[in-house]
Structures are given as C-alpha cells and as structure tokens.
C-alpha cells in the first residue's frame, strides 16, 4: 500500500514535514525517535539535497534516529561539540492540555529528555490518538533503571502506588535493554494528578536512571488528524 492509499502513513509524512519545515538554516536540531519523527527526519534530508536549509546538525537520541539520519543525509553531531540546541522535534505517547507528555514507548525516553529539554524550541509531533485529559489514561509510565536495581526500584515504585511490570523484548527472549544498556519497567497509576512531583519522586528512587514524565517544556505541539480521508495539521 502506498502512502496515498493510506491516509494514517500520509497524515504522518504530513506532521512529520511541518515539523521539518519549521527548521532554519544554521540550526542545531534535536533529532528524535518514533515513527511521526522519522518523517521529519527523511524531509530535513529532503530540504538539505534541494539546497534550501543548509547548515545544519543533527543531535540524535536513539540508536534509530542516528541511523535515519545517516540514511537521508543529515549530519550528525554531539552534546560534546555544541553548547545549544535551537530545536527538538520528538514524538509522545500521551499529551496532556498542559502540553506535559508521557515518552517512551520506543525505551529512548533518557536520550530524548537530555536533548528535548535542552532545546531552545521543543515541538512534539503527534496524531490526535495521542492526546488525553491526563497522564496516564492510556500509556503507563516507562522507567529506565539499572540492572542490579531492577528489585529494589520495583518494590520502592510499588510503594508509590504504582504497578511496574519489566518490559519484555518482541521477537526476543527476556527484557528490553535500552542503549544505555538498562531495563525499561512500565508503570502504571491509578491517577497522575501532580506529573512535575511524580517525576522527581521516580527519579530520586535509587537505580533509577530516568522516566517517561516530561513536564513545563514542549513550546508547540502539532497534532495529525484524518478527515474525511485526508490529512490535517493543527497546532496546540
């Protein structure tokens, strides 16, 4: 099926570039992971081949955004050789009216973090699906925590009222390890109503590296819809 008979794919591609097209010359761009966000990537390549953005550099945050990027021909750079990023565009999982999101269904949530937050601009790109009234709704919590942890930092979230289960591999025997080489617990809540504090608390429990709560930092997020079978952008 081509991207013009499947309105979902199209309306990705259609996200994805308006993201693109926000980037400038001479920027410095966050580069983040998902299916929406590798749109975005394959169109900044698209716009560096035709000559109109130029100058640019790519800070990945996944294993996967670094190898889309080398695909479609954007240079690459690290937080070692910078001293800003102008921009970040990443998808989400939940979005919530406050602009906080849950990230990390890809388990790339502690790289994206670093760099999204970062960022002068952060624009999340996401479909309609992905937005909710509460964190939570429908996306548990992914937390990144160190092997050795892995009990303790269960036992210490349960206490928080939470429900981790470790997430186990697709197509692979035992858990996902992510590219920092750590376990990814999914969490759930029977109500996030304070996202800033639980944030902190989760990460202030030892052995853990990072979580999926992101909080007071995304600028502009635009959200895909399909209508009437064809793609829509609007902003929030």
Same mark, same amino acid.
């Given at each position: 099926?081509?991207?013009?008979?499947?309105?979902?794919?199209?309306?990705?591609?259609? #996200?994805?570039k308006?993201?693109?097209?926000?980037?400038?010359?001479?920027?410095?761009?966050?580069? +983040?992971?998902?299916?929406?966000?590798?749109?975005?990537?394959? /169109?900044l390549?698209?716009?560096?081949?035709?000559?109109?953005?130029?100058?640019?550099?790519?800070i990945? $945050?996944?294993?996967?955004?670094?190898v889309?990027?080398?695909?479609?021909?954007?240079?690459?750079? $690290?937080?070692?050789?910078?001293?800003?990023?102008?921009?970040?565009i990443?998808g989400?999982?939940?979005?919530?009216?406050?602009?906080?999101?849950? %990230?990390? +269904?890809?388990?790339?949530?502690?790289?994206e %973090?670093?760099?999204?937050?970062?960022?002068?601009? /952060?624009?999340?790109? #996401?479909?309609?699906?992905?937005?909710?009234?509460?964190?939570?709704?429908?996306?548990?919590?992914?937390?990144?925590?160190?092997?050795?942890?892995i009990?303790?930092?269960?036992?210490?979230?349960? !206490?928080?009222?939470? !429900?981790?289960?470790?997430?186990?591999?697709?197509?692979?025997a035992?858990p996902?390890?992510?590219?920092?080489?750590?376990?990814?617990?999914? #969490?759930t809540?029977?109500?996030?109503?304070?996202?800033?504090?639980?944030? !902190?608390?989760?990460?202030?429990?030892?052995? #853990?590296?990072?979580?999926?709560?992101?909080?007071?930092?995304?600028?502009k997020?635009?959200?895909?819809?399909v209508?009437?079978?064809?793609?829509?952008?609007?902003?929030?």
């Amino acid at each position: 099926m081509t991207a013009t008979e499947d309105p979902v794919k199209l309306m990705k591609q259609e #996200v994805g570039k308006a993201a693109a097209n926000l980037v400038k010359s001479g920027s410095i761009v966050g580069l +983040g992971t998902g299916s929406t966000t590798a749109f975005t990537i394959q /169109f900044l390549g698209d716009r560096i081949k035709s000559g109109e953005l130029k100058d640019i550099v790519g800070i990945p $945050t996944s294993f996967q955004s670094e190898v889309l990027a080398k695909q479609y021909g954007v240079p690459l750079t $690290t937080l070692d050789a910078i001293d800003h990023i102008d921009i970040a565009i990443d998808g989400a999982d939940e979005v919530d009216p406050s602009k906080n999101l849950i %990230k990390g +269904g890809g388990a790339a949530h502690t790289r994206e %973090k670093v760099v999204d937050y970062l960022a002068d601009r /952060f624009i999340v790109v #996401v479909d309609s699906g992905k937005l909710v009234s509460r964190l939570g709704e429908t996306f548990a919590v992914p937390v990144e925590i160190i092997p050795m942890a892995i009990t303790p930092a269960m036992q210490a979230i349960t !206490k928080l009222g939470g !429900k981790p289960e470790i997430r186990m591999g697709v197509k692979k025997a035992g858990p996902v390890i992510t590219d920092q080489g750590n376990m990814v617990v999914d #969490v759930t809540f029977d109500n996030i109503s304070d996202p800033e504090n639980l944030e !902190k608390t989760l990460n202030n429990i030892p052995g #853990v590296l990072e979580n999926g709560i992101f909080v007071n930092c995304v600028d502009k997020v635009l959200i895909g819809e399909v209508k009437d079978n064809k793609p829509v952008v609007r902003e929030m």
